[in-house]
């Protein structure tokens, strides 16, 4: 089975939402259940979530930020594309857990959880937009 499908969302809170709803669409139209997909959830949700926090602080009503859809041989790929400043998340220190949590400094656990969660996790800069690829095998339903 193959199939794709584009999301065009605003970069603010009510963008995370609708690109939640739409990849729930996209999974149901395709017989997907929510054990399987429920990784690329996560994933999705921390990804809009820093991008609109971070990339996108202090612009107004934020971006739009595309999201494509891929289902390709019991595989999904979502890719994010952003024209927030270059930043490889991939770059960033990882959280040290180690540290006794009150010590810890606030974020990067999202990503890691993200990195745990998929196959694959790639980024690129083209022209003057953010690349963000995420793969994963889906697990039998």
């Known amino acids: 089975m193959e199939a794709r499908q584009t999301l065009l969302v605003p970069g603010s809170l009510e963008g995370v939402r609708q690109a939640a709803d739409g990849f729930d669409a996209f999974s149901a139209a395709h017989g997907l ?33 595309e999201i494509e859809i891929q289902l390709q041989d019991r595989e999904i790929e979502l890719l994010i594309v ?10 960033a220190a990882p959280p040290d857990v180690e540290q006794p949590l009150e010590e810890r400094p606030i974020g990067g656990l999202g990503l890691a ?13 083209r022209g003057d937009r953010n690349r963000l690829r995420l793969r994963r095998r889906l697990l039998e339903a």
């Open 33 to 65: 259940s929510k054990g399987e997909v429920w990784p690329f959830q996560v994933a999705l949700d921390e990804v809009l979530s820093n991008l609109i926090h971070h990339g996108l602080a202090g612009r107004p009503n934020g971006a739009p930020i």
């Open 82 to 91: 952003d024209d927030t400043p270059a930043f490889n998340p991939l770059e």
């Open 113 to 125: 959880i993200v990195t745990k969660l998929m196959d694959v996790v790639a980024y690129e800069r």
